[in-house]
Nanobody
């Protein structure tokens, strides 16, 4: 499975941005797609996850109510709509996917496939 992330850039606090992650290859193996982020000097952290069918989602507390994850089944792309961005959202965002049926989707150790990171910078 190959993951191609797009979106990202520089915005001001309070603005919105959308990230996309296109999956290709053996996508029939994928169970969930997720987003993680890593800020400078910090460990990579969970942001959000969506099941391949798009029926179940999960969010980190820090983004709940501001971020929305969705899955386009027509083109195997997961989108992360980020609203009311804050400077603390600044990080490199990574999309990930796994074929494991897990209950700890917030753990990066559960993910087998990773896309390249995309930088999100929010200025105050």
């Amino acid at each position: 499975v190959q993951l191609q992330a797009s979106g990202g850039g520089l915005v001001q606090a309070g603005e919105s941005m959308r990230l996309s992650c296109a999956a290709s290859g053996r996508t029939s193996d994928v169970y969930v797609m997720g987003w993680f982020r890593q800020a400078p000097g910090k460990e990579r952290e969970f942001v959000s996850v969506v099941t391949w069918a798009g029926t179940t989602t999960m969010y980190a507390e820090s983004v709940k109510g501001r971020f929305t994850i969705s899955k386009n089944n027509a083109d195997n792309t997961a989108h992360l709509q980020m609203n009311n961005l804050k400077p603390e959202d600044t990080a490199v965002y990574y999309c990930a996917a796994t074929s494991r049926i897990s209950t700890i989707w917030y753990s990066q150790n559960e993910y087998d496939y990773w896309g390249q990171g995309t930088q999100v910078t929010v200025s105050s």
